[in-house]
């Protein structure tokens, strides 16, 4: 039982490079959840996805894109990656509290 | 708006020196407040949901409080692995799925 898992845990962009960061979950919650983390600004949350076939805008969405591929999967992409996308992405699910994976470590140069 | 504030965003702390974390919050509707702990390079870990004024949870050193403004996570003779980032965060009626969390505070204990 893995519960929520992360791929890549790190990668280096290029600026306008593209990206998809990959979230799975065995806990088979319908909740999942994309954040990112920056010091001193706690987690924002992206995007988050109540049930499989439905995604909806978090306080921070400009610049990327989600899929819900199905309930075990909740991707993020990048579209044309900018230096201000450099950050700690978590992927987490919601049964009442929330579980996160490992986290991806991304540098955009 | 929902909003949750952390002090102080920094404690340093010796062995067996108790002390306590705050977290203010503004909500509408309280649906639960939770406390995670995250360690460096790693994602937060689920500690305590509370979710009435009055309510205390216990584990090993830390207790967490929760009154109608704040919670406060009270460590009693912390040890050097209880070092960590200690995040607080809100559930509101009007949030619908989305949770709010604060900006943490680094708690680190010196042997």
């Known amino acids: 039982n893995a519960g929520v898992t992360q791929t890549p845990k790190f990668q280096v962009l290029k600026t306008g490079q593209s990206m998809t960061l990959q979230c799975a979950q065995d806990?088979?919650?319908?909740?999942m959840y994309w954040y990112r983390q920056d010091p001193g600004m706690g987690l924002r949350l992206i995007y988050y996805?109540?049930?499989?076939?439905?995604?909806d805008k978090g306080e921070v969405p400009n610049g990327y894109n989600v899929s819900r591929l199905n309930k075990r999967e909740f991707s993020l992409r990048l579209e044309s990656a900018a230096p201000s996308q450099t950050s700690v992405y978590f992927c987490?699910?919601?049964?009442?509290?929330?579980?996160f994976g490992p986290g991806t470590r991304l540098t955009v140069l | 708006e929902d909003q949750v504030t952390q002090s102080p965003e920094a404690l340093r702390l010796q062995e067996g020196e108790s002390s306590s974390l705050n977290c203010s919050y503004t909500?509408?509707?309280?649906?639960?407040l939770f406390w995670y702990r995250q360690d460096p390079g790693k994602g937060p870990e689920f500690l305590f949901t509370?979710?009435?004024a009055g309510e205390e949870k216990e584990k090993e050193r830390l207790k967490a409080t929760l009154t109608k403004k704040e919670s406060f996570l009270h460590i009693t003779a912390p040890k050097p692995e209880d070092s960590a980032t200690y995040l607080c965060?809100?559930?509101?009626?009007?949030?619908?799925?989305?949770?709010?969390f604060g900006a943490g505070t680094r708690l680190f204990v010196k042997a």
């Open positions: 965060a809100v559930r509101g009626n009007t949030g619908g799925f989305k949770t709010i």
């Open positions: 509370l979710y009435s």
């Open positions: 996805s109540a049930s499989e076939g439905t995604t």
């Open positions: 909500v509408s509707g309280l649906r639960g």
């Open positions: 806990m088979n919650h319908n909740s």
């Open positions: 987490a699910i919601q049964a009442h509290e929330q579980f």
